[in-house]
């Protein structure tokens, strides 16, 4: 487990690797990927996508984004997909190659990206908080897996989600339920900590909300820099969590200090 002790920042992101090294990025930073230094455009177009440039909180979608229906978006990526491994020199008349542009397709917009979709997005039903509970809830653990969007490669990781109620408490699978649904879009790990931080704190009307997240990027570890050892973590921290008190139990309850 890693020791985050005396080295956590506010609402910062770190990546730890397990030699115990801590490096601290500010603001727009790195999650997924190594830094280039190459100067050719193919180099610089990586490099773009490494530096991960945060252009917002909200994932950059086109205002027509859903315009067409599931169906004929699946068809649509089905030929694109078809293409891609057509130019790859894959024999699409083979059994075991013939029905991928589909099932990538479908896997695509109803499953792994399904979240981008607003119509997807959980319900959330609070309960009058009747046992007056007052004290910090930790969710902790909550495996998620998302995709990078520089490399449309997998993350997984774990989600550690902690709430002070207001007069409120929530259902504890919804809290899980939204962490899976910002995961199922093209991701950064920066972003997708804050917009469940964000959705949370609407979501449960209290400004005491806490998300740290620590993943494994796919594009890391399988190409690139090839680091197979090295992991993100990334937090928000809003309201009372600010207080060093606080962040210090939620830490110590996610078992992180
Ligand atoms: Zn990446």
Do not use: W
Request: with cysteine; hydrophobic share 35%.
């Amino acid at each position: 487990m890693k020791n985050l002790n005396g080295t956590h920042s506010l609402n910062g992101v770190q990546e730890t690797s397990r030699n115990g090294h801590v490096h601290e990025h500010n603001g727009k930073s790195h999650s997924c990927c190594e830094h280039h230094n190459g100067s050719d455009s193919d180099e610089l177009h990586d490099e773009m996508g490494d530096q991960h440039i945060l252009t917002s909180l909200n994932t950059p979608l086109r205002e027509d984004a859903f315009k067409l229906t599931d169906a004929e978006k699946i068809t649509k990526i089905e030929g694109h997909f078809r293409q891609i491994m057509e130019v790859l020199g894959l024999d699409l008349t083979d059994d075991s190659l013939k029905g991928t542009p589909r099932r990538v397709a479908k896997m695509y917009v109803k499953e792994i990206f399904s979240g981008l979709n607003p119509a997807n997005k959980p319900a959330v039903t609070l309960f009058e908080n009747k046992y007056q509970y007052d004290g910090m809830l930790v969710e902790r653990d909550i495996t998620f897996h998302s995709n990078c969007e520089h490399h449309f490669v997998p993350i997984t990781g774990m989600a550690h989600v902690a709430y002070i109620p207001q007069g409120r408490v929530i259902g504890l699978s919804k809290i899980n339920r939204l962490v899976q649904y910002y995961a199922k879009r093209p991701q950064v790990q920066e972003r997708l900590t804050m917009q469940i931080a964000n959705a949370l704190k609407e979501s449960l009307q209290t400004e005491h909300v806490a998300v740290l997240l620590e993943a494994d990027h796919a594009c890391v570890a399988t190409r690139g820099i090839k680091d197979v050892t090295s992991s993100t973590v990334t937090s928000k921290y809003y309201g009372i969590f600010e207080d060093d008190a606080y962040r210090a139990e939620f830490l110590k309850m996610i078992r992180l200090a």
